[in-house]
């Protein structure tokens, strides 16, 4: 049984190998405080990027916008704000696949969805198409900044 924190391990390896493999930079904080997990660098524009797990689910890929700890108070839920990190990027083990979402994809929500078929009412209207958000289809440059 692979553990969470052990599911958070492999995402974040997985993510940077990905980057590296697309010629991204790709730095680590140390410390262990801030709220993201790895820094790409995208020339001359740093990216603070929060790792996540994506659960396929159907024809769907569930990504958690929020960390989730316990704590003495009981469970403490937080999500993402710009001023913390820059993206998200998830990987799905299921499909080997990390996907890169920019912080307008996901402020404000607990989760996002990205549809990996077409649902099955034909909703087109605010779909979040999984392949709209793999590493491999990004035009990278639209995050590099000014």
Not at 54 to 62: L, N, S, T
Request: aromatic fraction near 8%; hydrophobic fraction near 45%.
């Amino acid at each position: 049984m692979t553990t969470d924190h052990q599911k958070g391990a492999i995402a974040e390896t997985a993510i940077a190998a990905a980057a590296v493999r697309l010629g991204i930079g790709v730095s680590r904080p140390i410390g262990g405080v801030e709220r993201y997990d790895l820094i790409f660098d995208l020339h001359p524009r740093l990216v603070r990027v929060q790792c996540k797990w994506g659960v396929r689910d159907g024809e769907v890929i569930i990504v958690r916008c929020l960390s989730s700890r316990r704590s003495g108070v009981g469970h403490v839920r937080r999500a993402y704000t710009a001023q913390e990190c820059d993206a998200l990027a998830a990987y799905c083990a299921e499909l080997g696949s990390c996907y890169f979402l920019p912080i307008g994809a996901f402020s404000g929500r607990t989760a996002i969805q990205l549809r990996l078929a077409p649902a099955r009412n034909n909703q087109a209207l605010r779909v979040n198409w999984a392949a709209d958000f793999a590493f491999e289809a990004l035009d990278w440059s639209e995050f590099r900044g000014p």
